[in-house]
């Protein structure tokens, strides 16, 4: 259970967890990530309590953060946590000799290829399609950390701040950090085995003990007149979080192997069963996959949390926020009435991440670009490469469907839910339907569904993207910006959530 749930080889990392992998049938570099997880947990209570910014300096807390990462990292992966060291120095210095003008675009280049390189290494040299943490799976988290942060330095020193849109003003960086800074940010023990990623300013400030400094506080200090805590305790959320992820490895133990995704590519389980009981199996397949990604994902928030990293202001009714580096949304993930919604809360931070280096920046054909890139970034299986193909012709569809039909169910509350209902059942089966190549992995299964399903949903979406009429970007943009003038920005998540709202209604 890598930091993207991808599939690698055996991990040469420790041994030493060998008796509980033959007591629990699980593999042994999959113990490893969840003992090491769980070991971070505890440092990151021990982070907080007794190197707390107002006991020690930034100093030591960087130092500490960073060795603690890399034994971690060598615990689970061995020898081949180097890569780590590599992939980062190698940026480290491009960002050093080549300038702020065009580091960002040499970074991308780089932090992609080699990341590629030991993708294609991993499957191609080693066995193929095994479920189990892997090397490559921090190195994509890493890859976006260098990525984002190559773009930020050259926002901040070498851009104009009129050309930055408030969100690019925010998290651009003013001065190239220093190498022991590059490299907790790139390695720290909170997230160098799971992530999420996070912009280098919210972690600088974490590690300074000021994660409020980007954000105008003065509507987050005053609740009912009364002066709200500067710092609060995580313990709850935490607490919440890790119940939560428990739960979710729980489930997937249960249920993983009674509703098999194999199955649905089945010579006989294809022709002796009705086309509806298909559809219903199709879900259910894809629901049990869910799971395991919930148990990382939420669990590393946690383990964030516990070290006092992802505080994100108050609530109107006052109590704390811990979520400006949460992954997920699962109750939003399950409940999604549009394809949109659903990716927008799910892998959050890597959608920010996709947004942030491609979508934004991107002149021609935004869409199509920002999901070659999250193929590219996913690995060299070529199911990665179909999953989103097919994305972006539902994601087109899906748009234009949205902007001709769903305005036509807005005139009452009845009518609003019937579309909700519809879209909700249309959006999973779409999803499933998409993600299907990501699961198989191989081109000679992933087709062999399409052709059982008679690519319907391609087909489909084809002709809807085709005959509904959608304004072009820029046009959308230029709409956006009369109906909705530009107002200051307060925070960070305000920021972020402003850029996703934009791209919300452009989609």
């Known amino acids: 259970m890598a930091a993207?749930?991808?599939?690698?080889?055996?991990?040469?990392?420790?041994?030493?967890?060998?008796?509980?992998?033959?007591?629990?049938?699980?593999?042994?570099?999959?113990?490893?990530f969840v003992v090491c997880q769980l070991c971070a947990l505890l440092s990151a209570f021990w982070f907080r309590l007794f190197l707390h910014p107002s006991k020690t300096s930034p100093f030591i807390r960087h130092v500490v953060a960073t060795l603690l990462g890399l034994y971690f990292a060598l615990f689970c992966f061995g020898w081949y946590a180097l890569h780590f060291l590599v992939q980062s120095g190698l940026t480290y210095g491009i960002m050093i000799l080549t300038g702020v003008e065009h580091m960002h675009k040499y970074c991308l280049l780089v932090a992609l290829s080699?990341?590629?390189?030991?993708?294609?290494?991993?499957?191609y040299v080693f066995d193929y399609g095994m479920y189990s943490a892997d090397f490559t799976g921090p190195m994509m988290v890493i890859t976006q950390k260098i990525t984002s942060l190559a773009f930020e330095i050259h926002d901040g020193m070498a851009r104009k701040e009129e050309h930055l849109t408030p969100g690019q003003k925010i998290l651009a960086i003013r001065r190239m950090p220093s190498l022991l800074e590059y490299f907790s940010y790139n390695c720290n023990f909170m997230g160098i085995l799971a992530g999420p990623t996070c912009s280098y300013n919210d972690y600088i400030a974490f590690i300074e003990g000021d994660p409020r400094r980007h954000r105008d506080q003065e509507a987050d200090r005053k609740s009912n007149g009364k002066l709200r805590q500067?710092?609060?305790?995580?313990?709850?959320?935490?607490?919440r979080k890790v119940a939560t992820s428990f739960f979710c490895l729980l489930v997937f133990l249960s249920v993983c192997k009674v509703f098999p995704v194999e199955r649905n590519i089945d010579d006989d389980f294809i022709a002796n069963t009705p086309f509806y009981a298909q559809v219903v199996y199709?879900?259910?397949?894809?629901?049990?996959?869910?799971?395991?990604?919930?148990?990382?994902?939420?669990?590393?928030?946690?383990?964030?949390?516990?070290?006092?990293?992802?505080?994100?202001?108050?609530?109107?009714?006052?109590?704390?926020?811990?979520?400006?580096?949460?992954?997920?949304?699962?109750?939003?993930?399950?409940?999604?009435?549009?394809?949109?919604v659903f990716l927008d809360n799910w892998n959050i931070q890597t959608a920010h991440w996709l947004k942030r280096v491609c979508y934004e920046r991107c002149p021609y054909h935004p869409t199509a670009a920002t999901f070659i890139l999250s193929a590219m970034w996913h690995g060299a299986y070529p199911g990665y490469y179909l999953t989103f193909l097919t994305g972006i012709v539902i994601t087109l569809a899906a748009r234009a469907v949205r902007h001709n039909v769903r305005p036509h169910f807005l005139q009452s509350p009845s009518h609003k839910l019937?579309?909700?209902?519809?879209?909700?059942?249309?959006?999973?089966?779409?999803?499933?339907?998409?993600?299907?190549?990501?699961?198989?992995l191989s081109v000679g299964p992933s087709l062999k569904f399409y052709r059982s399903w008679y690519f319907c949903l391609h087909i489909g979406c084809v002709l809807l993207a085709v005959a509904l009429p959608v304004k072009p970007r820029h046009l959308r943009l230029k709409d956006q910006q009369k109906n909705f003038p530009q107002r200051p920005v307060q925070h960070h998540l305000e920021a972020t959530d402003s850029n996703c709202s934009q791209k919300e209604k452009t989609t």
């Open 418 to 440: 019937v579309y909700d209902v519809i879209t909700w059942a249309a959006t999973q089966i779409a999803i499933c339907y998409t993600v299907v190549p990501f699961v198989l």
């Open 282 to 340: 199709l879900y259910l397949s894809m629901l049990t996959t869910r799971p395991k990604y919930y148990f990382v994902w939420t669990l590393a928030d946690a383990i964030n949390n516990a070290a006092g990293f992802g505080f994100n202001g108050y609530d109107s009714d006052g109590s704390p926020r811990w979520d400006l580096i949460s992954n997920l949304r699962i109750l939003n993930i399950e409940f999604a009435t549009s394809f949109k």
């Open 114 to 123: 080699y990341l590629s390189l030991c993708q294609i290494t991993r499957v």
């Open 4 to 32: 993207d749930g991808s599939r690698s080889t055996a991990c040469t990392g420790s041994s030493l967890l060998q008796p509980v992998s033959e007591i629990t049938n699980l593999p042994l570099d999959q113990v490893n």
């Open 230 to 239: 500067s710092e609060p305790s995580p313990n709850t959320e935490v607490v």
